[in-house]
């Protein structure tokens, strides 16, 4: 490996990542395992997994399951999400799954679990397959799973009789952690977002000091602006500064990498929330919640409560006062993502775009499993030159 300090402008790169989040991140562990000469550019570490300031809950993405196999040794496991602690609310009043289950519903939900235990098998399989393949030779060779990311959800629950389930649970519950209705995703994001139903679930913490230690030096925080494709090489302009590398390696949202390649790309559509940190006291319609509340029919998706007593907040739009929702409060910290999640629709995006260029992350599907995956994919897919 050269050990050309990083950001020398003589230097030509056999890889430069621009982005920091967790597929960028995977990608430059691999690259650093493989001994090639690289450097991360990005105006932050993390992503969209990043902590309250004062380090007690999270305030990107929430939580994980036990199917998170490849980022799970570098998590700090904290509470586990119990849906038995999953509060419902609508028109003023708050209950307990167990208080609104019916015989159909029993029977809908146990129809659910079996079709959820299938289709993780699936996807186990094919996320050993992602490591060294794209996500569209993965999909090219089993037809499930093809199908499944294909077919639009709401077709989906209508062949399988989850109708009365979803409209009395599973939409609220999609909403509340994906951002969006089943009506505008593919069955293999509905069935993904639906997996902590049989998986245990749980709040965590990215060991990221850990996790970046053996090239934190090939790291540098900036902000890239602009990239030119030369003949052989790529010119990266960030903050003034010139970077010249032979692969590039676009780890960031798709409006980002659009931005920088000055082109359109095609992704699937996006999602977006935004995310409050308060402390407070919930008013008394609201306070026997033990766990995550999930409203309908209001602009709070849903709240979680945390172990220091204080509440994250997903909402869809812009709120200005809780006192509908609090007796008393104070607004700690809140945070806008756009996009959270790019889930609606069936695109699908090749990583290898030619020519020494890849685009990585959670664009074919979401999760912090699946955006790992890409970074390792990739990382392993380039060459020295």
Known sequence: MDLTPPGNKDTIYDAIIIGAGISGLACARTLQKRGLNFLVLSKDIGGRILRTKDNQANLGAYYVHKGYKNIWPWLKINRRISWQNIYFYKDGKTQSIWKMLNLRLILEGLRLMLILKKFKRKLEANGKRIETQSFNQALSNDEHFKNVFYKPATQFIKENKLENITTRFLNQAIASSIFCDVSSINTGVFLSALLPLIMPTFEYE?????????????????????????????????????????????????????????????????????VYYLEGELVTNLKKTKGMLIFSSEPIYCALKQQNGNYIIYAKNKIENFSKYFIRYKLIENKYWNPALQIMGNETLAEDRGDGLYMIGDYNAAGLEAAYLTGVYIGNTINYV
């Open 206 to 274: 990215f060991k990221i000091k850990d996790f970046i230690a053996p090239f934190e030096k090939q790291i540098i925080i900036t902000e890239a602006q602009k990239t030119v494709k030369k003949q052989d090489t790529y010119e990266i302009l960030a903050d003034a500064k010139k970077f010249q590398t032979k692969n590039l390696i676009l780890a960031v949202p798709a409006h980002t990498a659009a931005a920088l390649l000055q082109k359109e790309i095609k992704v699937k559509g996006d999602t977006n929330v935004l």
